[in-house]
Structure formats: structure tokens, C-alpha cells
């Protein structure tokens, strides 16, 4: 085993940058909803624009970034006999002691599920937090002018917050993963501040 660097700067960066920015956009967005009381709405309505537009920011340098370093093939889809194993490897034979089916390397960072489910966020659920909140909520007076006059302002809200949730409940897996499936409690969290992991 060698100590390498696994994780670039950049990626480091732009992994806490973007928890930071949802967990707050989160936060916020529960506010406006009326679930918690921190702020105030007004003030979380005025908050979660700015985290709104930072964090649009931050995806672009970000995709920007992908493309350009060919970090982007990191996220292209393996098999769904690849994902099957990786499903069952965290369902049963974590528990069983079974070796992981997957070998990490600088090359191919992320196993099948993590392939599938960073593909999902970036493709599905973050677009449609851009579209349903950056652009039909903060524009929507600009429906009709657009030819969206059918869309209802209650509907869009609907879409935004499932969105959301669907947004949460990957933080949750992604952060109880994190901590609980290396091989030392908190190792992959490390990683990603340390940018080292171990690599045969």
C-alpha cells in the first residue's frame, strides 16, 4: 500500500465549498417554508438567493473544471451487474467482512454506485433545483413572456422543494457512507480533507 494523493486540491475545494453551500441553502429553505425560525423570512428569502447564485457559480467553474482536467470520465456509468455487486457488497457483505468488489484508483476514484448516484445529483436533481428555483421561482413573473403561463407558481414551489429533499436524502446517504464503509472510522471524510488515501 502507498499513500497518494486521491483527491486534488480543486476537488477538495469544491466538494466543502458545495456541502457548505446546500446544507445552508437547506437551512434556509426550511426557514422560508416555515419549519424552522433563525433568521427570519425575509432574510432567509435574501440569503438563499445569494447561496442560490454562488452555488450556480461554483457548478459552472466546477463543470468547467471536469471538462477541461477529464475528470468527467470519472462519472461515466458501469454495468448495472457492476452496481448489482456494489449494492449487495453495502447491503450484506460490508456486515459479512467480504472484501469490496471495487479497487479504487486515481483513475477510477468513485465504485458503480457512487458512479450512478454523483451522475443522478448532477444530472436530475441539481438541474432541476437550477431550473424549478433559479429560473421558473426567482423569474416567474416572466411565465408568460416565456410561454409558461400554465406552470403554477404552487407547482413550481412543489418541484423546488421535492427537489430539495431528493438533494437532502443524498447528503445523508453520501455522509453516512463517508463515515461508516472505510476501512478506519472517518477515512474517506480525511481523504477528502487530506486529499491521501491508500492505493495497492
Known sequence: ?????????????????????????????????G?????GFETAIDVHIILAWSLIGLWTFAIFWHLVTGEWKQYIPSSFEH???????????????????FQKTTLKKHNPLQRMAYLSLHLFISPTIWISGGFLYLFYTLREFLGLELISFGTVALIHTAAAFALLTFLIAHLYLAITTSKKPFGYVKAMITGYEDEE
Open 1 to 33: 500500500m502507498a499513500k497518494v494523493i486521491m483527491y486534488k486540491g480543486f476537488e477538495r475545494l469544491w466538494h466543502w465549498l458545495q456541502a457548505g453551500l446546500m446544507i445552508f441553502m437547506l437551512i434556509t429553505g426550511f426557514e422560508i417554508h
Open 35 to 39: 419549519t424552522i425560525n433563525w433568521l
Open 83 to 101: 452496481i448489482l455487486a456494489m449494492v449487495r457488497y453495502y447491503t450484506i457483505d460490508i456486515f459479512l467482512g467480504n472484501k469490496h468488489p
